[in-house]
């Protein structure tokens, strides 16, 4: 019960943290964190406020998306993120939000090219943006084949370098090792959509930074012989 309950606190404050970093309007976002040992994931409600989610509001659903404890609806996103939860075995969060501009160019569907060393701090080459779900895909299961045309888009790619995607025509979606690591990965997706934006603004003709500069940047932070920050971090 300990356990359950600090998840339950994190997942609380994380989406909390979605108003605090500017990535939501209204409730247009959520987040979700995973107990691997126990098989659960716990998630936000659907259309409750921020400001007036409580902890026994959260839902908890085992990972074969069965309703374990909680009376509101779960996120109608739910099936996306347990679908995400059981193909990337690594991640322990993930966040959703229709954040500005990681939004315009998942509507544009337009990936996000790395332009820049802020961008190769936290990924590992281009954002990239999924194909658009056909109309039998939005007509039977639409949230979970939304995480089926992510885990498709990730078959050569690994998601581990990669925090985060376009969900074409949709928005956003980021994930981590814990709820808090994927609302940092969407605010930092966030940033990365608007410098890119400006950046195409001034040189519609820009051409992204090479592999060597992206490796250098990505390793130094991530690799296993990181030296950017300190030991414990």
């Known amino acids: 019960m300990a356990l359950l309950y600090t998840l339950k606190k994190q997942v609380l404050e994380a989406n909390k943290q979605l108003e605090k970093y500017g990535l939501v309007t209204f409730t247009w976002g959520n987040v979700s964190a995973v107990d691997r040992d126990e098989g659960i994931m716990v998630i936000k409600p659907s259309g409750i406020p921020y400001e007036e989610l409580k902890i026994e509001?959260?839902?908890?659903?085992?990972?074969?998306?069965?309703?374990?404890?909680?009376?509101?609806?779960?996120?109608?996103?739910?099936?996306?993120?347990?679908?995400?939860?059981?193909?990337?075995?690594?991640?322990?969060?993930?966040?959703?939000?229709?954040?500005?501009?990681?939004?315009?160019?998942?509507?544009?569907?337009?990936?996000?090219?790395?332009?820049?060393?802020?961008?190769?701090?936290?990924?590992?080459?281009?954002?990239?943006?999924?194909?658009?779900?056909?109309?039998?895909?939005?007509?039977?299961?639409?949230?979970?084949?939304?995480?089926?045309?992510?885990?498709?888009?990730?078959?050569?790619?690994?998601?581990?370098?990669?925090?985060?995607?376009?969900?074409?025509?949709?928005?956003?979606f980021s994930w981590g090792k814990d709820a808090f690591s994927?609302?940092?990965?969407?605010?930092?997706?966030e940033t990365i959509a608007e410098m890119a934006y400006r950046t195409y603004v001034l040189n519609d003709n820009v051409k992204g930074i090479n592999d060597f500069l992206i490796n250098k940047h990505f390793l130094r932070k991530h690799g296993a012989n990181k030296y950017y920050g300190q030991n414990d971090e």
């Open 182 to 189: 994927s609302v940092k990965n969407a605010k930092i997706l």
């Open 57 to 172: 509001q959260l839902v908890v659903m085992s990972l074969d998306g069965e309703r374990i404890e909680g009376e509101l609806n779960p996120s109608s996103d739910t099936p996306t993120h347990l679908y995400l939860y059981n193909n990337f075995p690594k991640i322990g969060g993930i966040t959703h939000t229709h954040s500005i501009w990681a939004t315009s160019f998942a509507q544009a569907k337009r990936p996000i090219m790395a332009l820049g060393t802020t961008h190769a701090d936290y990924f590992r080459g281009e954002i990239p943006c999924t194909r658009t779900l056909t109309n039998e895909e939005i007509e039977k299961e639409y949230e979970q084949n939304t995480g089926k045309i992510i885990v498709e888009l990730f078959n050569n790619l690994d998601e581990n370098e990669l925090p985060g995607v376009l969900v074409a025509n949709h928005g956003p």
